[in-house]
């Protein structure tokens, strides 16, 4: 295998979806900035071009809004044939930038600190302007977001897995009513069959909508919300995020003791995910009390927050032992598995790679080198798409994906530095 030419051709994804400021996750698919996948696309720039990797982040805080939120997608130009664009989200004067009017994982703070330490140092002036708009973001997630030390997604974009299975209980108290018709862009791209439903889509946009009859008010959002998910996505990745940033404090001679309390409420928070009747991380539906009870990739974000578990250990080894190209985003034992739809079944690289990290970090390595290794060969052999089948490793999606070329330069190839 030619592991120095697929460097090169990674290189080449990220030059071809720059857009000078800001990067798009594939050419066509997604035409704008989407928050965390800037983040990816920044740690994969700093490993052969680190100022472009600041201005990636940087042009991502650009468009905070002045509550603290960073949005999760920055229409920095118009494309008319994209749907939903600012227009149906009307968030005129709620930021400095044409925006949605909810965020996404807070994967930043994390790969603002690999960025830094990658190049030995080097760019504190960045990292110093870049820490009060950081602070700023997880304050606002943990004064809204946060319920009983949980954090919460009240749109299935925000966790930035659409359509995964612990979703699926909360969308069905929905009945989206008047959304009246649209034309998506995904589908025109896509198989639809690799794609979330439509019956799915309605109750996305109808979410939207109300976000938009409530002029995207924080307080008037939280107040009986149609949708709500205690996720372990959210939750693993800010805590993680916070021990970055309070990292980065530290090194900056800032005070870091709030930080350090908002990974304690999680640290206490993340217990109330755990199902009881399984053992296993999952999601909660607000709504009705219940556990989703479906095993995601999202589960065994646990090591990457920071939290030692020896029950996901053996839940770990059964996800390995049950697909070619682990990790799937849902358990092949569901029976809502489906190995080419979107976050029901199919293999992200960027959820690989923070679960390696977090194996690394609690000193599972064989574990951590398992899955760089079983990465490394699915998109040796299959490319840089957005996401691929955990059985054979058929390409969906976006094929020429800007996460999946960072995580290979980051992470993943032979030739990465790695964690």
Same mark, same amino acid.
């Given at each position: 295998?030619?592991?120095?030419?697929?460097?090169?051709?990674?290189?080449?994804?990220?030059?071809?979806?720059?857009?000078?400021?800001?990067?798009?996750?594939?050419?066509?698919?997604?035409?704008?900035?989407?928050?965390?996948?800037?983040?990816?696309?920044?740690?994969?720039?700093?490993?052969?071009?680190?100022?472009?990797?600041?201005?990636?982040?940087?042009?991502?805080?650009?468009?905070?809004?002045?509550?603290?939120?960073?949005?999760?997608?920055?229409?920095?130009?118009?494309?008319?044939?994209?749907?939903?664009?600012?227009?149906?989200?009307?968030? $005129?004067?709620?930021?400095?930038?044409?925006?949605?009017?909810?965020?996404?994982?807070?994967?930043?703070?994390?790969?603002?600190? &690999?960025?830094?330490?990658?190049? &030995?140092?080097?760019?504190?002036?960045?990292?110093?302007?870049?820490? *009060?708009?950081? &602070?700023?973001?997880?304050?606002?997630?943990?004064?809204?977001?946060?319920?009983?030390?949980?954090?919460?997604?009240?749109?299935?974009?925000?966790?930035?897995?659409?359509?995964?299975?612990?979703?699926?209980?909360?969308?069905?108290?929905?009945? +989206?009513?008047?959304?009246?018709?649209?034309?998506?862009?995904?589908?025109?791209?896509?198989?639809?069959?690799?794609? +979330?439903?439509?019956?799915?889509?309605?109750?996305?946009?109808?979410?939207?909508?109300?976000?938009?009859?409530?002029?995207?008010?924080?307080?008037?959002?939280?107040?009986?919300?149609?949708?709500?998910?205690?996720? +372990?996505?959210?939750?693993?990745?800010?805590?993680?995020?916070?021990?970055?940033?309070?990292?980065?404090?530290?090194?900056?001679?800032?005070?870091?003791?709030?930080?350090?309390?908002?990974?304690?409420?999680? $640290?206490?928070?993340?217990?109330?995910?755990?199902? *009881?009747?399984?053992?296993?991380?999952?999601?909660?539906?607000?709504?009705?009390?219940?556990?989703?009870?479906?095993?995601?990739?999202?589960?065994?974000?646990?090591?990457?927050?920071?939290?030692?578990?020896?029950?996901?250990?053996?839940?770990?080894?059964?996800?390995?032992?049950?697909?070619?190209?682990?990790? +799937?985003?849902?358990?092949?034992?569901?029976?809502?598995?489906?190995?080419?739809?979107?976050?029901?079944?199919?293999?992200?690289?960027?959820?690989?790679?923070?679960?390696?990290?977090?194996?690394?970090?609690?000193?599972?390595?064989?574990?951590?080198?398992?899955?760089?290794?079983?990465?490394?060969?699915?998109?040796?052999?299959?490319?840089?798409?957005?996401?691929?089948?955990?059985?054979?490793?058929?390409?969906?999606?976006?094929?020429?994906?800007?996460?999946?070329?960072?995580?290979?330069?980051?992470?993943?190839?032979?030739?990465? $530095?790695?964690?």
């Amino acid at each position: 295998m030619d592991y120095a030419a697929l460097d090169t051709k990674a290189q080449e994804i990220l030059r071809g979806n720059d857009r000078g400021t800001y990067t798009v996750p594939t050419f066509g698919l997604y035409p704008y900035q989407w928050n965390w996948d800037s983040a990816f696309a920044a740690w994969g720039f700093s490993t052969f071009d680190v100022d472009r990797a600041w201005v990636e982040i940087e042009t991502l805080f650009s468009g905070q809004w002045p509550n603290g939120m960073v949005p999760h997608i920055l229409f920095h130009q118009d494309d008319p044939g994209y749907y939903p664009g600012p227009d149906v989200w009307a968030t $005129e004067g709620k930021g400095p930038i044409p925006s949605s009017g909810i965020t996404q994982p807070a994967v930043a703070a994390t790969f603002a600190r &690999k960025t830094w330490e990658r190049n &030995k140092g080097k760019g504190e002036a960045h990292v110093r302007a870049l820490f *009060p708009m950081m &602070k700023a973001w997880h304050a606002w997630f943990m004064a809204w977001r946060a319920v009983d030390g949980a954090i919460v997604v009240t749109h299935p974009w925000e966790a930035g897995r659409d359509n995964c299975a612990d979703w699926d209980s909360a969308m069905a108290m929905i009945e +989206p009513s008047g959304v009246g018709e649209y034309t998506r862009r995904d589908t025109s791209h896509v198989d639809a069959s690799m794609r +979330p439903t439509k019956a799915d889509y309605d109750r996305y946009i109808w979410l939207v909508q109300r976000g938009r009859r409530l002029g995207w008010d924080d307080a008037a959002m939280a107040e009986d919300r149609p949708f709500a998910v205690a996720d +372990p996505t959210l939750t693993f990745i800010l805590m993680r995020a916070n021990r970055d940033l309070a990292h980065i404090a530290e090194a900056l001679g800032e005070d870091r003791s709030e930080i350090d309390s908002w990974t304690r409420t999680l $640290e206490n928070g993340a217990e109330t995910l755990r199902n *009881p009747d399984t053992g296993v991380f999952d999601a909660i539906n607000l709504r009705s009390g219940e556990h989703t009870g479906h095993v995601t990739s999202a589960s065994f974000l646990c090591w990457y927050a920071r939290l030692d578990d020896p029950r996901m250990g053996a839940e770990l080894a059964k996800s390995f032992a049950s697909c070619r190209y682990p990790v +799937p985003s849902l358990a092949l034992s569901s029976p809502d598995f489906d190995g080419m739809r979107y976050w029901r079944g199919p293999t992200w690289a960027i959820m690989n790679a923070m679960i390696a990290m977090g194996l690394k970090d609690m000193g599972y390595e064989n574990e951590a080198t398992h899955l760089r290794s079983a990465t490394r060969d699915l998109i040796a052999e299959h490319g840089f798409a957005e996401y691929f089948h955990p059985d054979n490793g058929q390409p969906a999606g976006g094929g020429t994906f800007t996460w999946t070329a960072a995580v290979w330069l980051a992470w993943a190839s032979p030739n990465a $530095e790695g964690f």
